[in-house]
């Protein structure tokens, strides 16, 4: 169960949204790009408040690891982790399926790659008793967030929810998600988009 | 040109030494693995004192940006950026060359996986006028570090200096490094190491 909403979140949530809106190029009608604060340049002080947000979202459940996956969801795990005093455990993504003892695998399926990779967890790092937020920098079908969700049930752990800061939302992956009982916690949510205009879902 | 060592640098090199002989594995002569901290599990607290370490080194050097390769150096260089409050942008790596206008490019070596690897950095994130400090997880051969450094060069940049929070000192790239003229901050330097035995350099 979730915090509730502060005003404070829609400060930060309109943060976001204005940095999109200011630095995010749409190209064709799927894919944006935000690689000059979010996912190749990183900008610490727009992370670090976007972590704090996340926090005080999800501060009340008790989570005491992040899943992430490499690579652009480590800078965004990392400065949330920090505000829940927790340590952080990125999977790895391996070309084909390196079956071991000593992992848990999840196949996760890319549609803009179009192919599929295998992501690894060694499995001394994720363990029932741990409490889990999965976070990550993009959501668009969800696979991404469906392969970690595997991981975490491989390991007993109790999964407490998701933080994304881009939802795609007119991709539909957050909102199946949602409907299956995850607590998807996502600070931008765009339900439209073309090369002139960008539309937030409102009131998230 | 570095800051002094201040006495606290010392206990922070104690700190990461500690870890590493408490929670470092040797695998054959080459192999360290401390990814119960450093590169798979994040320790969060840990990566912020060394953080904190590196801008010791380095605060009165004007650095801008902090320049990390995918994935594992990402973690270590967002938690150090927070001290310079600046940016982080991490290299690329690439399967094939992928040659654009918009991006440079360097080769990287791997002598562990026996292959080459394209890193890249889009263009409009590394400039002339920038003061960059380079930071990796790891040195050994020092393939990473030349990949960055090339980056850099190609960008007119001006290169700080490099640090790493482990480098094996007989694996001799860090040296190399230093003779050529690079400042070379590490944290840990392992001369010797064996499954029961793992020997650092004194008076880094």
Redesign the interface.
Known sequence: MAGTASSCQFVYMELLERRIKQSGTVIGTNILKV??FLN??????L??ELGRDVYHHYQNCAVNKILTI??SG??YA??T??FF??????A?KKGAANQSADVYTANVHSFTHGNDNVIA??R??LKAGDRVLIMDDFLAHGEAIRGLMALVAQSGATLVGAAVAVEKGFQGGGDSLRQEGLEVYSQAIVDKMSESEIVFRPNK
């Open positions: 690689d000059s190749h340049q990183l900008d610490i002080a992370l670090c490499e690579a480590i800078a990392c400065m982790a920090q005093d927790c340590n952080v455990v990125f790895k967890v060694d001394r790092y």
